[in-house]
Each structure stands twice: as C-alpha cells, then as structure tokens.
C-alpha cells in the first residue's frame, strides 16, 4: 500500500534495499564464476614467467627466488583474482548502473558511460606503460646502484610485490583526466579554478607521486610525476572544451525556454474597483 505523502512512482526504501541485495548476489556470483574460469586459463599458463621477463635480463642468468612454499601459489591466485576481476567488470558494471540509472538525470547518464569506458582504458594505459617501460628502467636503476660491493638476491615476493604496485599506482594516477572532465561535466569544477592552481599542480604531483611510488626512489618518482604533470596539463584543455559546450547548452536551454513563454497578457483593473465608464460631454463625445 502507498503512502499518502509517497510518490506512487518512487520505490519504497525496503524494496531498495532488496534490490540492491539481488544486485550484490548477482555480481558476487558472477565474480566467482569469472574467478573459476581465470584460475583455469592462468594454472595452464607459465604466468610467473610472463610476469617476470622485465626483471630476468639484470639477473645475470639467475632466477628469482621465493622462500616460503606458499609463494608461487599466491602469485597464480593473486592473478586470477586480477584477470577474474576483469572478466566479470562488465556483468558488476551492469548491475551497478541498473541500480543507480533510475536516480540519475539525462545529463548525468550521458557521461557514465564514456566515464566509465575512459577509466577502464586509461587505467590500463598506465599499468602497460609501468610494466613494459618505466618498470624495466627502474629496476636496471635500482639494481645497477652500488652493484660492486653487494649482489642482489630477488625474492618472489618482493619482486611482484614492488612491480604490481608500481602498475597499481601508474593506473590510478592515468583516471585523472576522467575524474577532472566528470567533475567539470557536473560543474564541480570550472578550467578558471584549473588554471589558477596550475603552479600548485606541479608541487602536489611530485607530493602525490612520492605517496602513490613503492619505495619512493628517485627513478619512479620522476617517471611518475612527468605523466602526471601531463596527464594534468592534457586535462585543462579537455575540461575548458567540455565547459564551453556544458554553457552553450545551457544558453540553448534558457533562449528555448524564453521562447516557449506566452506573451503577458493586458493587466486587468483589480477586482474590488470596477472598470471606468467613459464620461461623456454635454455634446456626446467622451471625455480624455
């Protein structure tokens, strides 16, 4: 039964409750079954080998070690954690917008999409250029640095522990573009408050790149906070284009809605007066 004040069009807070339920069902259950099918494809693939080929040229013929039995394991585990995860973002991202769509506006359901898409992208954009490009780099740095009076003995753990957060943190570093045209699309933010923090940009990218680096060694550091600095840059004009479409729409909306107003009609005389008879002249014609 509805209540009086209620919207009929509105959905109780129960069933909201409910239908986010089922939704969680949903993607869990779709999550594990993704889990089971990535740990299949990973177990007959040499992953390890794979993941490893930045560091084994400065190994000097040796391989990585592990010192726990359980290593290998969690290594395969932890990738097809990773791979299930992206094979059930579709179904999760599904249940997510089926969710949330009925709140939002048409303006805002127009950007979800290309948001969501954008992130995806870029996120992998940053964990492909960490992997093949900075990663490498870094490491012949790291390794190289007082290599006559000490010999480095990699671990398993420690090695992918360092090259999956360096791909963690290049790929969430590379949404800043998506995160600055979402807010900008929402007029959150405007490129006149982009631009006269500009010179701040620059010290908190260094400060963000210091946090966000495993280790923090000057090599990533730098090839962190360059990108970011960029992607920053990139994402100034991006949202100054963005802005000046969002105003032009909205002086489309007001001219429109201008248009579609009635003329005002004649003001009447008020009610408790009644209207003036003309007073006519003692020859017949009315009076000024």
């Known amino acids: ?18 239908e ?3 939704r969680l069902v949903w993607s869990l259950a779709a999550f594990i079954i993704a889990l089971v099918l990535a740990f299949a494809l990973v177990s007959q693939v040499d992953i390890i080998g794979w993941l490893e080929r930045p560091v084994l040229p400065l190994l000097g013929g040796k391989k990585l070690v592990y010192t726990s039995p359980t290593d290998p394991f969690s290594i395969v585990l932890n ?3 990773a791979l ?3 094979l059930a973002s579709p179904i999760i991202g599904y249940q997510l917008w089926s969710f949330l769509s009925p709140a939002l506006y048409r303006h805002e359901k127009r950007i979800i999409i290309p948001v969501l898409a954008g992130g995806i992208v870029l996120f992998l954009l940053g964990a492909s250029l960490s992997h093949f490009i900075v990663l490498p780099f870094t490491l012949k740095f790291l390794l190289g640095f007082q290599s006559a009076a000490i010999e480095p003995m990699l671990t398993v753990r420690g090695y992918f522990d360092f090259a999956i957060g360096m791909a963690l943190a290049f790929g969430l570093v590379f949404e800043l573009p998506i995160v600055i045209l979402a807010l900008t699309a929402l ?3 405007t490129p006149k408050f982009l631009n006269t923090y500009r010179r701040h940009a620059v010290v908190l990218c260094v400060v963000g790149a ?3 680096t495993p280790g923090a060694d000057p090599t990533s550091l730098f090839a962190l906070a360059v990108p970011l600095y960029l ?4 994402s100034v004009v991006l949202s100054t284009v963005i802005y000046r479409r969002r105003l032009r729409r909205e002086r489309e909306a007001a001219a429109e809605a201008l248009a579609a107003e009635p003329s005002a009609p004649a003001p009447l005389p008020p009610a408790d007066e009644p209207a003036r008879e003309p007073v006519r002249l003692m020859d017949g014609t009315p009076d000024a």
């Open 84 to 86: 299930g995860l992206l």
């Open 1 to 18: 039964m509805t209540h009086p004040t209620q919207n009929p069009g509105e959905m109780p807070f129960l069933d909201h409750l409910e």
């Open 79 to 81: 990738a097809s954690f």
């Open 187 to 189: 007029g959150i933010v």
């Open 20 to 22: 986010l339920r089922w």
């Open 210 to 212: 210091a946090f966000v």
């Open 231 to 234: 992607l920053f840059e990139i």
